[in-house]
């Protein structure tokens, strides 16, 4: 998959094992909404996390060192569900690189 990214707020960067927090801004209120972070991994298996809400955007604090478990490039977006209308986020690009590595 390739995907354009001249935007750097659709760019995040980390280090493989981290527990950084995962952000999304989706520039909507998010008031009453479930939300969900979709993922691609760099091998291309897929899944998702529940997203915790902060004003406009949504995040995930993984809970151990083995949910980012592989270097490259991960693709995520946000899935968001409010008054029974669903919304699908811009993909953000997730860069994912070994401890101590420079960027």
Known sequence: ??????????IQYGFL???HRIR???KITLTGATCKIYYIKPNGATGNWTANIDGTYVYY?????SIIDQRGKWFL?????KGGVVYI???VLM???NP???I
Request: no cysteine; net charge neutral; proline share 9%.
């Open 61 to 65: 604090d993984p809970a151990s060192t």
């Open 24 to 26: 999304i801004n989706t």
């Open 89 to 91: 986020g811009k993909t």
């Open 1 to 10: 998959m390739t995907i354009p990214y001249n935007n750097p707020e659709r």
């Open 100 to 102: 101590g590595s420079n």
């Open 77 to 81: 977006y946000a899935h968001i569900t």
């Open 17 to 19: 094992g981290s527990q």
């Open 95 to 97: 860069i994912i690189t």
